[in-house]
């Protein structure tokens, strides 16, 4: 996307009562260029809540990436362009069933991965439909050779796609990818950066539908930067990562990110360098060699740094280190530094920057407080404007040791994306000195509000994944918000002895908003452990207001015309694991759950004894039963927390949820690999998988 401003858009603001008023701001902004969708690991750490003033529209609708937000998840804003300009029409996500064709596995090579933390990129030709053409590229964390690819493309990755899916290019770029790609804006282009022991590149791809595999790599041409522009694809060149002693450094933990309107790309490196490189996607390659670049952050205990963030609005560089500090850097490569954060692994995940309300959010693995024992995991929200000074943070469980496990990033509901002032929730998987849990942070007007526990998600102390969240407008009762994550061994739910891909309900209350039977939301009631599932009974429009949830389970609630049903607080005594199936001739107390043949939670109404065969179990949340020997049983909705085996954990999880029902079937999924060597379903073979998974039938 060029950023160019070509249109008149006409915003209309959801801004507390505005739109009831039907007072539409009319701007000059950005309108996207006729490309497709990047999809990569920048897209979940630059943000964009609601705007709330015509000024932060001007801002952030000169970004590429506010455009790109906006198709991923439309129902978060409503724009409506000049007559002049073409329509934009509504987007809508598809259910897709995993147990058909919707889940595929590819073998990328023995202990192949993307890595810990690291992400998949995903490229769409177009931005409401879904084409066979769609690519989606894993690097696999091994040395390139003739044998071996370093860096592969599926393509045909639907289901609706013949031999889906298929190789669409591998290639040996002659090293080592052991972070995320970035795409390209129009998509003909890859970027990453490839270490060869002890120095690294940016690498720039011109890709070509060459074919190859895992295990045969397509030929590749290496031309000069000058060459770069015009050469013959497929195509690569490389600029070495130099500090201003023309040294080569080395990198293995920053990715690189794009900014797509000035033709730069920013990464990080060793000894706490930060690199600039222009000309990228349609200039002249070279490492910026002025303006204060390249710059050493840190020069008295320099470190490896995170992946950079580069905010659009302030025009400020954010990245954190492993030493545990978070850093800005202005345009003329002037350093800020924070206070310490981090006393414990070192800061690993980059930090997320909300570019409407100018917030950047930090995490730490162990924040030395006394708060818990040996310090404790934490979320921080800095304020751009007064950055570094009064942070807020959110304590996250028991933080890690000094070898201990990294805290990798959160991420946001669909309410604080529509929020106007920085309001919502974020889902983390924290306790990282400790067996993980996945905490609920509540974020109220840019700063912390409180956490608070959903449940323990592995009953080791192992290493937890990133968060991903999924907002899907049409799933099988409506709308729908997932969050997905991994953990590396010893899952909770059944089948995740070696490690799990795991998913679970956050959907919010809103209100004024129609619900159908069988829709779940997740609702908090106070205290650190009491988040609930509540679940459609009677379906209806809620009310202005929340209502009180109960806590008791099988408690109903009514709101405006909707009733629920409490399910439970998905958190067991082991975590986020199901109920037992059902058994018969088994004595149940009053308000035991089991599990039926089709995944429905069961919620006894009366203690009594359970009949001597299976009963047919209500299809529908709500529906009762009382022909089970002595026991009453009410259908509580869907199990909230689904799972997919994956060895070792997961990688980043990346989401493709911009097409519409009625297109391309299988278009609406999450991309990740495993950690380490497992079977792979689809190509056959033991090694690390390229992973593709529905999004809300994770099985």
């Known amino acids: 996307m060029k950023g160019n401003a070509v249109g008149v858009v006409r915003f209309a603001c959801a801004l507390l009562g505005v739109v009831a008023a039907g007072w539409f701001l009319v701007v000059h902004a950005a309108k996207p260029a006729a490309e497709g969708l990047p999809t990569d690991w920048t897209h979940r750490h630059v943000i964009f809540s609601q705007p709330a003033t015509m000024e932060q529209v001007q801002r952030i609708a000169q970004d590429p990436r506010y455009w790109q937000q906006w198709y991923r998840n439309k129902n978060s804003r409503i724009l409506t362009f000049a007559p002049e300009d073409e329509s934009v029409p509504a ?104 270490t060869n022991g002890t120095t690294a590149s940016l690498v720039l791809l011109t890709y070509a539908a060459s074919g190859g595999s895992a295990s045969a790599p397509a030929a590749l041409t290496t031309v000069s930067n000058a060459a770069y522009r015009t050469c013959t694809a497929p195509c690569m060149t490389t600029v070495p990562l130099e500090n201003t002693a023309s040294a080569g450094i080395n990198d293995t933990t920053s990715s690189v ?93 980059a930090p997320i920057v909300d570019s409407t309300a100018e917030l950047v959010y930090a995490f730490s693995s162990n924040d030395n407080s006394g708060t818990c024992t040996g310090g404790c995991a934490g979320v921080y929200i ?136 069988g829709q779940e939301i997740l609702v908090h009631r106070g205290g650190n452990n009491l988040n609930y599932i509540n679940v459609v009974i009677t379906a209806g429009t809620s009310g202005t207001v929340a209502p009180t949830w109960p806590t008791a389970i099988d408690a109903q609630t009514t709101d405006g015309s909707v009733t629920w049903i409490n399910q439970g607080n998905p958190n067991g005594a082991t975590g986020l694991v199901a109920p037992s199936a059902w058994a018969a001739r088994t004595a149940y107390a009053n308000r035991s759950r089991i599990l039926d043949g089709s995944g429905n939670v069961e919620i006894a109404t009366k203690a009594g004894t359970s009949g001597t065969t299976q009963p047919t179990w209500p299809a529908n949340a709500g529906g009762t039963i009382t022909t089970d020997g002595t026991m009453h049983w009410i259908n509580g909705g869907a199990w909230p927390v689904l799972s997919v085996s994956s060895a070792g954990g997961v990688s980043g999880i990346i989401m493709d949820n911009v097409v519409g029902s009625g297109t391309q079937a299988g278009a609406s999924q999450i991309y990740f690999s495993t950690l380490t060597n497992q079977t792979c379903s689809t190509s056959g073979g033991t090694g690390g998988c390229a992973t593709q998974a529905s999004q809300s039938g994770l099985k």
């Open 382 to 517: 800095f304020k751009i404007a007064t950055f570094p000074t009064a942070p807020t943070e959110a304590k996250v469980g028991t933080g890690s040791a000094a070898a201990g496990k990294s805290l990798y990033e959160g991420d946001f509901d669909s309410v604080y994306q529509n929020s106007t002032n920085g309001t919502g929730d974020m889902y983390i998987c924290g306790a990282t000195g400790a067996d993980p849990i996945l905490y609920r942070v509540a974020v109220a007007n840019g700063t912390v509000s409180s956490s608070s526990v959903v449940g323990t998600v592995t009953t080791s102390d192992a290493a937890c994944s990133p968060v991903t969240d999924v907002y899907n407008s049409n799933g099988v009762h409506g709308p729908e918000e997932w969050v997905f994550f991994g953990v590396a061994n010893n899952g909770t739910p059944s089948g995740c002895t070696t490690g799990c891909g795991m998913s679970s309900v956050n959907m919010p209350w809103t209100a004024s908003t129609a619900y159908a039977v």
């Open 91 to 194: 987007l809508r996500f598809r259910q897709i069933d995993t147990t058909r064709s919707g889940f595929w596995s590819e073998n990328m090579g023995t202990n192949a991965t993307i890595g810990a933390g690291n992400y998949a990129a995903k490229y769409s030709f177009r931005t409401t439909s879904a084409s066979c053409t769609d690519y989606v590229v894993f690097n696999t964390g091994l040395t390139g050779a003739s044998n071996q690819a370093s860096i592969i493309a599926y393509d045909n990755v639907y289901s609706g796609c013949a031999a889906a899916p298929s190789v669409y290019w591998a290639y040996n770029t002659g090293g080592q990818i052991l972070t995320s790609p970035a795409i390209s804006g129009d998509g003909t282009q890859i970027a990453f950066v490839q």
């Open 257 to 349: 990110f794009p900014d797509y309107t000035h033709d730069v790309i920013y990464v990080g490196g060793a000894s706490s360098w930060l690199f600039k490189i222009s000309g990228v996607f349609r200039g002249n390659p070279a490492e910026v060699t002025a303006g204060g670049f390249p710059v050493q952050l840190n020069t008295a205990a320099p470190t490896a740094l995170t992946s950079p963030i580069y905010d659009f609005q302030s025009g400020d560089v954010f990245v954190s280190d492993a030493g545990g500090y978070l850093y800005s850097v202005s345009a003329a490569g002037v350093v800020t530094t924070s206070a310490k954060l981090d006393f414990g692994a070192g800061i690993t995940a």
